[in-house]
């Protein structure tokens, strides 16, 4: 069965340091996203990503993040300089159709930065 | 207005008894009302998901209930097994637009 794929499993890092979360959509999917789970919190939206460009994002979505799909098969979330509160898991989903129907999410990234 | 409300924080079922997981919303424009189950150390998984058109959907153990009118609806599961046991999200969506998950419910069926 096809699945979305996300590495590395645990990624910790400095404060203050970059780091870039990997994604391999499930393969004939078209829609691709990011969402982030704080530790015993809900699951929160970062950015969606259609046609090579951000179609929506939300309010944590600000300056230290970027997306990016720089060939046909990987999707990247990038944090520029991380912060303490950056720590959470990292989910990235994929849907074929119309936007967030359907969506399959990856087994995550561990983000911990200390 | 884009918030989704779910309760019971968290639930303790014995094995073959009904689990109900209850959500509430208030923004009339959601469409889509998907269930995820999660594992620990997982990520959310797609269990099963209803539109405002239909009142009902039954997928093995899992029903969904859904009331328009009250706007509400819940994740019946049915013969509940320990292995059901995880955190269950709802979750609403406008067309077009990114999920709003609820807070979760963590479930765990006795053996």
């Known amino acids: 069965e096809p699945e979305v794929t996300q590495t590395p499993s645990h990624q910790v890092t400095q404060m203050g340091q970059e780091v870039i979360l990997r994604c391999v959509p499930i393969?004939?999917?078209?829609?691709f996203y990011w969402y982030r789970q704080i530790l015993g919190q809900k699951v929160e939206f970062l950015v969606s990503?259609?046609?090579?460009?951000?179609?929506?994002k939300s309010e944590i979505f600000d300056d230290q993040f970027s997306v990016e799909r720089p060939d046909g098969s990987n999707f990247t979330l990038k944090i520029r300089s991380t912060k303490l509160e950056d720590s959470a898991m990292y989910f990235c989903?994929?849907?074929?159709?119309?936007?967030?129907?359907?969506?399959?999410f990856g087994q995550g990234t561990r983000l911990t930065v200390v | 207005q884009q918030q989704v409300k779910q309760s019971p924080q968290s639930l303790i079922v014995q094995k073959g008894g009904i689990s109900i997981i209850n959500c509430a919303y208030e923004?009339?424009?959601?469409?889509?009302f998907p269930w995820y189950q999660q594992f620990p150390g997982k990520g959310p998984a797609l269990l099963i998901a209803?539109?405002?058109?239909?009142s009902e959907k039954k997928e093995g153990r899992f029903t969904i209930s859904f009331n328009k009118s009250a706007k509400q609806f819940s994740l019946h599961i049915m013969d509940s097994q320990p292995g059901d046991s995880a955190t269950y999200f709802c979750?609403?969506?406008?067309?077009?637009?990114?999920?709003?998950f609820g807070p979760g419910t963590r479930l765990s069926v006795l053996p």
């Open positions: 393969s004939n999917h078209l829609y």
């Open positions: 990503f259609y046609n090579n460009e951000i179609s929506e």
């Open positions: 989903a994929s849907s074929v159709k119309a936007p967030n129907t359907e969506a399959f």
């Open positions: 979750a609403a969506r406008i067309y077009g637009q990114n999920f709003v």
């Open positions: 923004n009339t424009a959601f469409d889509y």
């Open positions: 209803i539109r405002p058109d239909v």
